[in-house]
């Protein structure tokens, strides 16, 4: 269930490479910075930094070192009373299971790495389960399959807001708010598309919302979206769902989805950039709900601007989509402080924690706390519990619409 802070409609939504790897590492900040015994804690980070949803890997690749390169301009991260410098091991999976499982045997096997962030899809993220079981290694997937963290599965916390958590919490907004009745669902031609669309057109018939178009699929390559939305926007909804749409994707479908006469609103249960928004569809992005982060002025906290100046720093420019991945390494890191350094080896050691942990949101201007959920969904807690943030795209902006949290 979802507690709103903002918005009480939303309480009650559901347990809402080629031939070698390229791989880089990145130690981060550590100039003047003293560590004890030189000690090193290497976290990896595994995605798709390539082709369509590149943005969503090299995102995650930012991010950790936006955050190594923070915590190592400290002096490192004190566990156990000592200072570590934090090492940041990247791989490019290019969205392609078999550099997937071959990367996260390079994470895992070569270079002993017990904690890797990704990978960003379910086809991916299921490829990496039996090396993580092989080498004990926990791994922060940003992909909703169910069985990743599901028993007998232990090994993966997802990093984000599910899609089937944010799918209901969006369409139960717009219909109470917006008045919306009708939906159509536009989806990429692969499995995650594919899987994200029907647990949202699930939850729009749950809700009571008529699906008047549900088979449209278009593939991840594609740029010519005119066919596609031309069949959509006939049939007349109150709202496109653009299920898993990637971020260099979703503003040529809303482009041609206004050019071909459709006034209503967009959604889309992933993470999205509003400068690629603004860049590639212009007046044609407003009306745009998705899920946001903590990015937002209005509840954004000082740590957290901090963060957006050290990610600026680290990728050329800010991305809002990080304000959805800021949470991986820096809960990782406080679990291991909790634990102690014990962990940084023994991931046993890790999950015999996670029940119990709590920490204070420092993204957030409200106190709120961070733990691990998803009992609900899961029947074990295997999901870092972020905020659930709906946001709408308006003149060339994210506003925030809503704030609620899964369980």
Known sequence: ???????????????????????????????????????????????????????????????????????????????????????????????????????????????????????????????IRPIAEKY???????????????????????????????????????????????????????????????????????LGLDVVSADATYEANATDFFP???????????LIFLPASAPSNTPLLMRAARELGYAGLFASDSGQDIKVINEMAGDAGNGLVSIGGASADAIRSEYMDDFIKAYTKVAGEWNDEAGTKVYALEVILATLQATGPSAIEDTNVFKAAIPGFSMKNPFLKEDSKLTFTGEADYGQKRQIGVPLVLTETKDGQFTTLAIGQVD
């Open 1 to 127: 269930m979802m507690e709103t802070t903002r918005r009480r409609l939303l309480k009650g939504v559901g347990a809402l490479a080629v031939a070698g790897v390229m791989a880089t590492a990145a130690g981060l900040g550590a100039t003047g910075a003293a560590f004890a015994e030189g000690k090193t804690l290497k976290i990896g980070q595994l995605g798709v930094m390539s082709g369509a949803e590149a943005s969503w890997g090299l995102v995650n690749k930012y991010a950790a070192q936006a955050t190594a390169e923070m915590w190592n301009a400290k002096g490192g991260v004190d566990i156990g009373g000592e200072k570590y410098k934090i090492e940041i091991v990247s791989v490019d999976d290019r969205n392609d299971p078999k550099l997937t499982v071959s990367g996260a045997e390079r994470l895992m096997g070569q270079e002993g790495i017990r904690y890797v962030i990704g990978s960003n899809t379910d086809v991916t993220a299921t490829s």
């Open 136 to 206: 004990n290694a926990m791994y922060f997937p940003y992909a909703s399959s169910r069985s990743l963290y599901t028993k007998p599965a232990e090994n993966a916390v997802m990093g984000m807001v599910a899609s089937y958590q944010v799918a209901p919490a969006i369409l139960k907004l717009l219909k109470a708010e917006r008045g919306v009745k009708k939906v159509a669902f536009v989806a990429r031609n692969d499995s995650d598309g594919l899987s994200n669309r029907d647990d949202a057109v699930k939850a729009a018939k749950d």
């Open 228 to 238: 596609v939305m031309s069949n959509v926007v006939a049939t007349s909804p109150d």
